[in-house]
Structures are given as C-alpha cells and as structure tokens.
C-alpha cells in the first residue's frame, strides 16, 4: 500500500490544495477526493503560457484584467469539479467537492469598504458562483464580514467552506451561523459544511513570538489547537440527525519550522475528516516507501504540554496576529494575479 493510500486507510479524505489539472490528475490517481482553489495556483499557470489563447480571447472581448482573472479561476475550478463529479455522485455528496473562493479583494486592509458592505458581496458572489454547480463549494473567510454572510448563504442552499480559521471562538461563530442558516432550509438532506483551521502558520507564529515555550511544546501548539476544535465540532453535530458529515478542514499541513518532518502535520492528523495538502506535501509522502499511517487525530500531547500551552500563549493576541498576517496573504495574491494578467495581455497583444 502506498503511503497515500495508507493515509486514506486510517479514514482521512485527501483533498488537494490546488486545481491544477495535472496535479488534478496526480491526486485522483493517490486517493484525493476533492480539491480547492486559490490565486497562486492560476498565476503560475498564466506564467507558464498556459492561458496565453484565453487571455488573448477574453481581452479582445473587451474584458478587463480583473474580470479575466475570475472568468480564468471559474473554468480552472469547473474543470477539476468534473474530474470530481463521479466521487461526488458515488458518495451522495459526502466527497467529491472542489472549493471556490471568493474576492481576496473584499478584505484587502487597503480598502475603505464599510463591513455590511464586505458582507453584502459575499452574499451575492457566494450565490452567483455557486448557481448551477453540483459539487462546488464556496469558500468565504472568517472575518467578521464573511461570517456575517453564512446565514444567508447556507440558507440559500449554498455549501460552505469556512476559511482563515484560526481560534476555537472563531469557528464557533461560523458554525453557529452556517446551523442557523441551514435550519431556515426547507429539508437538511444534501446540507454540507466544513471549516478550514489553519496549523502550520500558528507554529511559525510561536517560534516567533512566544520563544519561551519549552522543547516539548514548541512546535506543538497548532496541532493542540486543531485537535481541539476537531472533538469541538464533531461534539457539536452529533446527534443532530443531519444524513452528511459536517466536517474539519485541517489546512496549511505543509511542514514550515526547520527541522519538522515533512509528514508531520499529516501523520498528527490522520484519522478523521479533511486533510488539504499541497501539492509539494503530498509529493514528499508519496516518496515515504514503507511509511504506514495510523489513526492519531484523536490523541493530545501530555496534560503537562497542554497547561504549559494554555498558559504561556496568549490565545487572543495570536488570534489578532494571524488574522492580520493572513489576511494580507489572502489579498496580496489577487494582486498580484491582476498584475500578472495586465503584463500578459500586453505582452499577447
């Protein structure tokens, strides 16, 4: 069995942190159930040429750079939802999903949009862009201006991906508006969310900015963290008769400290619920020969780790930090994606 393989055995759902089409390709072939999508995965494509004919046909059409870059990431995501579709049929929509997110833009920290503005978009995007679509999800961040919109968009019979989450208290404030929206549904059949928790990010966060952490702890307080949020939620939708899994997200699983396995986040995971790996993550395991996996989601590090964690790393602060951090790396990449689009199209044309 390969390692992948014997991932998936210990009852993790592969998904890929890319639409790629050929890593795509690769994924199906190692187990991967689903995928999402980001800017960074369409500029690197648009850098090779592989959109050259498109862009050069969507700027005569007088499309804008901007409108380009969506009209691009709509056919990317369309086209892996359709690799996908059969997973997604087999399974009566418990897999099969591929992620959409939404304008990075809307929480650019440089723009001057009042919140029920930021929120108003969202709603109206998130139900554009998921009309007609099978098995694509739409994912909006957790900020206050994207959990404000969850109601109304689970509501209205959209599937949500809950992204950029970070804090227990944030993934409570998503959840409890997806379920509240999901309730105005005239039937629960077919609703599905998740929630996507960050982990790598809080570890390079620690090492930075709490160096006190004993040997033991450091390192160890993302995975803490998630698992913690992983019982929360699988507490929380126990019972609730609800016929498909409302599941975790484990994010940002790519290996960021020096001197961290490249598995370590993966093997710390393993058992339960959503792992979106990228496409490098996934390659390094694939080459693991003998490695087995085994059902560890479930285990928390030492009461003694624990306590230490709770009482030198200040919860709020962290919070604050990487919400701020991230939401830069959520806008910036849009940025950059327009940029590189108005660079080609002179170049094309």
Not at 44 to 64: C, H, N, Q, S, V
Request: some cysteine; aromatic content about 6%; charged content about 30%.
């Amino acid at each position: 069995m390969s390692p992948l393989k014997s991932l998936i055995a210990t009852g993790t759902k592969l998904y890929l942190d890319s639409v790629d089409p050929k890593e795509v390709d690769q994924a199906l072939e190692d187990g991967a159930v689903g995928a999402t999508s980001n800017p960074v995965i369409i500029g690197g494509i648009i850098a090779a040429g592989g959109f050259d004919d498109e862009i050069r046909r969507l700027a005569g059409e007088g499309k804008d750079d901007s409108e380009i870059a969506w009209e691009l990431c709509d056919r990317l995501v369309a086209d892996a939802q359709k690799k996908f579709l059969p997973i997604w049929e087999s399974t009566d929509g418990e897999a099969g999903w591929v992620s959409f997110e939404l304008d990075p833009l809307l929480e650019d920290v440089e723009a001057d949009m009042p919140e029920a503005d930021r929120t108003a978009q969202y709603v109206k995007l998130g139900k554009r862009y998921a009309e007609g679509h099978k098995n694509r999800m739409i994912k909006v961040p957790g900020t206050p201006a994207g959990i404000a919109a969850l109601e109304e968009l689970a509501a209205a019979g959209v599937t949500l991906n809950v992204t950029l989450l970070f804090s227990d208290d944030q993934y409570r404030a998503a959840r409890d508006a997806v379920w509240k929206g999901a309730k105005r549904r005239s039937t629960l059949n077919g609703f599905k969310s998740v929630y996507s928790i960050f982990i790598s990010r809080i570890d390079v966060y620690t090492t930075k900015q709490v160096p006190e952490l004993s040997d033991a702890a450091q390192g160890q307080v993302g995975l803490l963290n998630a698992k913690r949020i992983w019982r929360e939620n699988c507490d929380f939708w126990a019972g609730k008769k609800i016929p498909l899994a409302q599941e975790m997200i484990f994010a940002s699983t790519g290996a960021k400290l020096e001197g961290d396995a490249e598995d370590k986040y993966v093997s710390a995971l393993a058992g339960s619920d959503i792992q979106t790996n990228p496409p490098g993550t996934n390659d390094a395991i694939r080459a693991m020969e003998g490695k087995t996996f085994c059902r560890t989601v479930d285990q928390l590090p030492p009461q003694a780790v624990q306590d230490e964690i709770d009482t030198k790393v200040d919860a709020a602060a962290m919070h604050e930090f990487l919400m701020e951090e991230g939401l830069r790396k959520f806008a910036d990449p849009q940025k950059d994606l327009i940029k590189l689009i108005a660079s080609k199209r002179a170049e094309l044309t």
